[in-house]
């Protein structure tokens, strides 16, 4: 039997409005610049206010003959005879206008990756088999310098003779960055040595000690290493610090493309989506993303619809509500995108107060703790409005460095920062050891444990202090 009955049911749901008020707060900067442009080819209620010359006027830019959409209409139509002298100054006059809206990040060129590189200087050294094998060779450099892969497989999936991957592997290892291609750490080194040694900057000694006597320098047994080539142990020290200072276990980190005139290895450009300027009286967070449009609803369409509302409009009833949801959507969209500005110039404005300083100074032993918890307490907002404004988005500090939002909520930077400082200051006869690290943080206000002082210290590959001992 069919039965029909009715019951309630309370759920729960989200409003739309605050589904669009919380995707655009996660938005980047170009993400929004992207969003605003769609909704203005969408929306026939939400324009820019830049393109209505006319103030007051009710017509389109089209119709008006006062508009300046006309007045250019009017100048590209003229003929070459018919254009003045007062013409050729207003576009003269115009044209460094349009370069200032111009990006200047869109001329920066594409980023070289290290195989790239590889393969150019391969095509420069072989051609035909060879090169075909130093090409697939070269897929299989990781991104530390160094070549990963099982040398007998590479023969047999290319047809290759051992000859052919040997010869290909010896061309690779010749190639910038130094080191590059070593299937380990001592052929690695080796391979620096050799190329130094070719410019006469070569250690024979050092050179010796990595080829001969590589598991006693690993143990650092430097009397045995002075027994067993007939020196004094002093020289076998400055071999070892010849190496430290001189080689380099990521060759790849070395990498840099000759036409490259940055000292930086680091190509990859980041457009902030915070800016912080320092000011003499402190500092000002500007927001970056929609700096460019002015937003506004449609004057024609803002009549119809209070006259809508006001019941004097006698329009039907698909008029009645095309004009209502598109300006009421204009409305909400711009009401968000402000929303958003606020919020995240305020969480930034907390930030700048709370870090100053950091700001001022540049200096990372002057980063306290933080957490989005805390931020949202000062600012009596929920700490997932502080995640999604925060997220994967960059603030370009005073100094002009653009770092992450995750950057300040690092509550172990500092402490870090610290004994690293500490680490680089010590007598190198008698280092510091982690107990006596830890001592020092908690006199200072900073209670660590040895463990924690180990798990620091190791994620900025320092060594222990039996080590570093000199």
Request: with cysteine.
């Amino acid at each position: 039997m069919l039965i029909q009955d009715q019951a309630q049911v309370q759920q729960q749901r989200i409003d739309p409005k605050i589904i669009m008020a919380s995707a655009l707060l996660q938005m980047s900067s170009m993400e929004i610049q992207q969003t605003i442009e769609q909704e203005l080819a969408q929306n026939p209620a939400l324009e820019l206010e830049e393109e209505q010359p006319c103030t007051g006027c009710e017509l389109a830019p089209f119709m008006c003959g006062q508009c300046q959409h006309n007045e250019q209409v009017r100048h590209e139509s003229s003929s070459p005879d018919e254009i003045s002298l007062h013409d050729l100054e207003h576009i003269f006059d115009a044209a460094p206008d349009s370069e200032e809206q111009s990006d200047p990040l869109s001329r920066i060129q594409a980023e070289v990756s290290l195989q790239e590189y590889l393969r150019e200087q391969l095509r420069n050294m072989v051609s035909g088999k060879l090169y075909d094998v130093g090409e697939y060779l070269i897929n299989y450099i990781n991104e530390s310098g160094y070549l990963e892969c099982d040398l007998l497989e590479v023969t047999l999936e290319l047809d290759a003779s051992d000859e052919e991957i040997a010869e290909a592997v010896s061309i690779i290892q010749t190639f910038d960055p130094p080191g590059v291609g070593a299937r380990d750490l001592r052929e690695c080194m080796l391979i620096q040595l050799r190329c130094l040694a070719d410019e006469g900057r070569g250690n024979p000694i050092t050179e010796q000690i990595i080829r001969d006597l590589w598991d006693e320098m690993k143990s650092r047994r430097f009397n045995r290493i002075a027994r067993r080539l007939k020196i004094k142990p002093e020289q076998v020290k400055e071999a070892t610090e010849f190496i430290r200072t001189k080689l380099s276990p990521y060759p790849a980190a070395a990498f840099r493309a000759p036409w490259d005139y940055k000292t930086s290895d680091t190509k990859t450009v980041i457009r902030p989506d915070v800016i912080i300027h320092r000011l003499p009286t402190g500092h000002e967070v500007e927001i970056i993303g929609n700096e460019y449009f002015s937003l506004a609803v449609n004057p024609y369409y803002r009549q119809l619809y209070n006259e809508l509302h006001n019941s004097r409009s006698k329009c039907s009833e698909n008029e009645r509500k095309h004009v209502v949801e598109y300006v009421e959507r204009a409305d909400l969209f711009i009401k968000n995108l402000n929303q958003r500005r606020k919020t995240l110039k305020s969480i930034t404005k907390c930030i700048a107060d709370y870090q100053q300083g950091f700001l001022e100074t540049g200096s990372k032993l002057y980063l306290h703790p933080l957490t989005r918890v805390k931020i949202a307490e000062m600012l009596g907002m929920h700490e997932s409005t502080i995640s999604r404004a925060t997220a994967n988005k960059y603030v370009q500090l005073p100094n002009e460095e653009v770092v992450p939002f995750d950057f300040f909520f690092k509550s172990s930077q500092s402490v870090a920062d610290m004994i690293a400082q500490m680490i680089s200051h010590e007598d190198s006869t008698h280092p510091l050891s982690d107990q006596e690290i830890s001592n020092i943080l908690a006199q200072q206000g900073h209670p660590v444990a040895r463990r924690t002082v180990v798990k620091y210290r190791e994620s900025q590959k320092i060594l222990s202090s039996r080590s570093r001992r000199r």
